[in-house]
């Protein structure tokens, strides 16, 4: 029996159904189809909590990205473009 190896994107695309909400774990079960694979969903998941990446509520099954941790990306997203010295504070 040949085991199939998810995508080495998986987390990438964890990462994306999370940003700006937030996802049960059956949810990510059905987007991600990995009715078969749910154990390596549920590792993945549980790695990215690990890395602080995500967050998980307590006592649930439902992952989220912090809204700081959105505004950190959203800040950095504007710190790389070529013409932020010419933006002021307020601006950025």
């Known amino acids: ?3 199939t190896i998810p995508s080495p994107d998986l ?5 994306k159904l999370l940003d700006g909400g937030e996802l049960e774990y059956k949810d990510f079960v059905q987007k991600l189809k990995m009715e078969n694979k749910k154990s390596v969903l549920s ?3 549980k790695q990215l909590v690990n ?6 509520k307590e006592g649930t099954t439902i ?3 912090s809204p700081i941790d ?11 473009l070529d013409n932020c010295g010419k ?5 950025i």
């Open 43 to 45: 590792y993945h998941l």
């Open 63 to 65: 992952y989220y990205i």
């Open 87 to 91: 933006k002021s504070i307020h601006q």
């Open 51 to 56: 890395q602080k990446l995500i967050k998980k």
């Open 11 to 15: 987390r990438t695309q964890i990462l």
């Open 70 to 80: 959105i505004l950190a990306k959203k800040i950095l997203k504007i710190l790389e």
């Open 1 to 3: 029996m040949k085991q």
